[in-house]
């Protein structure tokens, strides 16, 4: 197992606007923050949804669509580098009018019905998305 230590440095406490892209919105903020490293989460409501499913053997995402609303029952992600960029990788459970539940990597193509996020910001030494070979995924290089 590999780790390293971060502090908090700043907490940011806001909300997305209604019909905005919840993922882009989210990128768009950390990028404005300037914010490389972090934690994310979020509650709230979709219009829309789309999650993600990483499916090992293609190595590639399967998304699902779901076209209705839906409740943000939870949003937990963090934020790192990749390609020297601010990104965001987050995860994201839904529940619809039944009570039943879905998730699945948050994908773009999330719209907003009302969304309240917190933002934590660490300090300390940058972490880097590189290519991991095993998975085929872009993993933290620790």
């Not at 909300?15 to 994310?40: A, Y």
């Not at 879905?102 to 996020?117: D, W």
Request: glycine fraction near 10%.
């Amino acid at each position: 197992m590999a780790a390293k230590e971060y502090i908090c440095k700043r907490t940011f406490i806001g909300r997305i606007p209604h019909g905005s892209d919840l993922l882009n919105s989210l990128t768009e903020f950390v990028r404005e923050k300037r914010i490389k490293l972090g934690r994310l989460q979020m509650i709230g409501a979709v219009e829309k949804a789309v999650a993600g499913l990483y499916d090992s053997e293609a190595e590639k995402y399967e998304n699902f669509v779901f076209d209705k609303p839906m409740e943000v029952l939870s949003l937990i992600g963090n934020v790192s580098l990749k390609d020297g960029q601010p990104f965001i990788h987050a995860h994201i459970t839904l529940g619809d009018e039944k009570g039943q539940s879905f998730g699945g990597h948050l994908m773009e193509g999330t719209i907003v019905f009302a969304a309240e996020f917190i933002i934590e910001e660490f300090e300390g030494e940058d972490l880097e998305r590189i290519f991991d070979k095993t998975t085929g995924l872009a993993l933290w290089d620790i």
